[in-house]
């Protein structure tokens, strides 16, 4: 289940997982860290309008709002 919009992933992958993308909400060429508290599972929509959206910083408050795990870096 994609942790933003809350809908099933879009399909399942070749081994049966379902496929979602890995969104680290510091990204890593700006110093975030590779881990479970810094990271969402987002279907391929909501991870590119994390990227490209005009609403992108308001898609990552409500990431942040959320997912009790993340923490701000």
Do not use: W
């Amino acid at each position: 289940m994609c942790e933003c919009c809350r809908n099933p992933a879009p399909f399942a992958q070749a081994d049966g997982l379902p496929f979602l993308e890995v969104h680290h909400l510091k990204y890593l060429a700006n110093g975030g860290s590779d881990t479970v508290e810094n990271a969402a599972a987002l279907c391929p929509n909501c991870h590119r309008a994390m990227h490209y959206a005009v609403n992108k910083n308001a898609l990552l408050e409500k990431l942040y709002q959320t997912i009790p795990r993340l923490v701000r870096e």
